[in-house]
């Protein structure tokens, strides 16, 4: 059965990573990863605005692929509740739309960060950066938390494939 994983957290944290690992589990995973969507999907407005609009988008296209029997892993910082509860609406399926929360604190996804994204935004290079400029509203309660300091890759991914297989959907 088709799903949509739709992973939040601070840029850096492992979203993409493990999407990514995921595909070992699920072959056909469509991987919508935020940053290569804003090149091509939403203008790169990183006001608040801008943010929900993309999020809406990305959500369409996830509901499309779910439409179409097309599991989807969604790697999209949303930094506000409202982006994930707009995902939650515009796909409509709770059955088969899980939150999972990649939790990882600021210091050390600014460790992670090999762009020097943080360090550009901590010199004010990089205006409306989530986790520095702009705030990041952590899921007050998602369906699953992925805590990317405390586990490996391999356990994080673990207990994502044991979730889902837990909902059926695997």
């Known amino acids: 059965m088709a799903f949509v994983v739709w992973m939040t957290g601070l840029p850096c944290s492992g979203k993409t990573t493990i999407v990514r690992a995921m595909q070992k589990h699920v072959p056909n995973l469509a991987i919508l990863d935020g940053d290569e969507l804003r090149e091509w999907l939403s203008p790169k407005d990183f006001s608040k605005e801008g943010r929900i609009e993309h999020n809406k988008r990305v959500a ?23 982006n994930r509860e707009d995902a939650r609406k515009i796909i409509a399926d709770d059955s088969r739309f899980f939150e999972v929360y990649v939790r990882c604190s600021l210091q050390e996804c600014e460790t992670r960060d090999v762009k020097g994204m943080y360090k550009k935004a901590r010199a004010n290079e990089i205006k409306n950066f989530t986790g520095v400029s702009d705030p990041y509203e952590a899921p007050e309660n998602p369906d ?3 805590d990317t300091e405390k586990e490996t890759l391999e356990q994080s991914v673990q207990n994502l494939v044991n979730f889902l297989k837990s909902k059926n959907v695997l």
């Not at 296209?61 to 930094?79: F, R």
């Open 144 to 146: 699953l938390i992925l």
């Open 60 to 82: 369409h296209l996830a509901k499309l692929l779910l439409k179409h029997n097309v599991s989807s892993g969604v790697s999209l910082v949303s930094p506000f509740i409202v």
